[in-house]
């Protein structure tokens, strides 16, 4: 009964290292997301997939990138990390079944960059 | 552009009574949903009530309930007999499927702290 896990549950970076987040769903869903919250500003949209092998902009993409080669997997990447994305990032699913929208979440991951 | 506002980022509520929170939204469809979601310490986001525009009949689950005004882009939650467990923040959120996409857009969030 995983749901949505993503790993690592926390990280710390130093400015200019790489990392990737990743998200696996187990509940076969077709759109899954990243979000990123800050204080104040509740969770903001990075990119969006809704399907294997496609990828969105959201409302915050710069400074990172994504792909979804696998339909349960949901890949967030930082290629030259920087103080600006020390964040919590939440990873959901959804799916087109019902349409309600409803998202299932991960606990997400706490990411600092020094 | 879809936005949502909620304009109280703290309230504070004894436990056994009520508090309401407010979300209002901007949005020009017509047909759409709306959430509220709890985010409690664990930072787990967990989901407390869903509200479909098509249908004019508030929304409840147990002692949660939404006061939804179409016209007026509300959707304002009512926590009755409020508990210790209901210490959280709480966040609005706007979804809409247009094609074949759909986002979930999120209000800023309100922490509430339900005092013994």
């Known amino acids: 009964n995983a749901g949505v896990t993503q790993t690592p549950k926390f990280r710390v970076l130093k400015t200019g290292q790489s990392m990737t987040l990743l998200c696996a769903q187990d509940?076969?869903?077709?759109?899954m997301y990243w979000y990123r919250q800050d204080p104040g500003m509740g969770l903001r949209l990075i990119h969006y997939?809704?399907?294997?092998?496609?990828?969105a902009k959201g409302e915050v993409p710069d400074g990172y990138n994504v792909s979804r080669l696998k339909k349960q997997n949901f890949l967030l990447g930082l290629e030259s990390a920087a103080p600006s994305q020390t964040s919590v990032y939440f990873c959901?699913?959804?799916?087109?079944?019902?349409?309600?929208?409803?998202?299932?979440f991960g606990e997400g991951s706490r990411l600092t960059v020094l | 552009a879809q936005t949502v506002t909620q304009s109280q980022p703290e309230m504070s509520v004894q436990e056994a009574e009520t508090v309401t929170l407010s979300c209002t939204y901007d949005?020009?469809?017509?047909?759409?949903?709306l959430f509220w979601y709890k985010q409690p310490p664990s930072r787990q986001m967990i989901l407390v009530i869903r509200?479909?525009?098509?249908?004019?009949q508030n929304a409840t689950e147990n002692r949660f309930s939404v006061n939804f005004q179409k016209a007026a882009k509300s959707f304002s939650l009512k926590i009755s007999d409020s508990q210790l467990g209901d210490t959280a923040m709480y966040f609005c959120a706007f979804f809409r499927y247009s094609g074949n996409t759909g986002k979930l857009i999120f209000g800023q969030g309100t922490t509430l702290q339900v005092k013994p």
């Open positions: 997939s809704v399907g294997e092998g496609t990828t």
């Open positions: 509200q479909e525009a098509y249908k004019q």
């Open positions: 959901a699913s959804s799916t087109l079944a019902g349409g309600t929208g409803e998202l299932f």
């Open positions: 949005t020009s469809e017509n047909n759409y949903y």
């Open positions: 509940m076969n869903h077709e759109y």
